[in-house]
């Protein structure tokens, strides 16, 4: 197990614990985002390649932002972190995969 | 576990392995995260194909509901995190209060969403009434696909809503403690793994013009 920083020996006390705060400030991040992404779509509705793109990627911003901070992968083992990547790689070359071969008919 | 030769596994009844637990519930996560990748891609090759009826399907629903319960959810997110924060610093009490806040937060996004979908029924477009059936195609497609993703989503919020009752019953018990939480966390996994797919279903369906 990584414990760089951690010295206390006890399995359960090395836990970092997250503050009230920071929390609160994710939250802020998300609704934030979430504003944009209502913005984007409902007023760049003309623009509409550009508003997929958009609205994909603020999603995944999103999805990180829930991920990294609120499911405790910056603290937790790399490991974790490495087995998400994973999954995600995977479903992202399948997808692409399905799309190349979609338009390449 | 008592063998009849008197053997007996060390620390038999006893082993807890916080970091096994919370691995397994990773695993299980990945497993929730394919199953709704698959519909995913099932979403997008349909899109795709009728690219035009999506379009003009997605503004049937309603931004306003979506967005609410898009914030809904976030918050809840928010509150099951602080109520790990506050076991973990011994805080039982607060602890519980911000679940039975995350458990309303649940009951919230499946109040507005029996209303979203009742308007819809009411219009006809439930998958099998005869508006929906003489649709064409790619607009039938857009809801049946809407109906079923959000509804299995919305199958996840009641499993997590119960669990996060299961939570506040123990906590209460005196069954999880600030040296014992992997309960809470690994229920805060889950909450938050629904979330993530409702910020993806939100844009996909709602929001993508």
Known sequence: MENKNLHKTENHKEHHISSYKDHFSTLLALLLLTVVTVVVSVFGADLRSLSVATALLIATVKVVVVAYYFM??????????????LVAVLFVAFTALTSIEYFNR | MEHASGFVLP????????????MGMWLFLFTELLLFGGLFIVYMVYRMINHEAFLLSSFELDVTMGTINTVVLLVSSMTIAMSITAIQKGNIKLSVNLLYATLAAAIIFMVIKYFEWSSKIH?????GMDYYESLPKGEGLFFYLYFFMTGLHALHIIIGAVIIGVV???TKKGLVTSEKYT???????????VDLIW???????????
Do not use: C, Q
Request: glycine residues 6%; proline residues 4%; aromatic residues 20%.
């Open chain 2, 168 to 170: 506040i019953y123990r």
């Open chain 2, 183 to 193: 309960l809470t966390e690994n229920a805060g996994l889950y909450w938050h793994l």
């Open chain 2, 123 to 127: 219009h006809g477009l439930f998958p």
């Open chain 2, 199 to 209: 910020i993806y279903l939100f844009p996909l369906f709602y929001l993508i013009h």
């Open chain 1, 72 to 85: 405790h992968l910056k603290y937790d083992m790399k490991l974790y972190t490495w087995l998400v990547v």
């Open chain 2, 11 to 22: 620390n038999s009844g006893h082993n807890r392995d916080a970091e096994a637990s919370k």
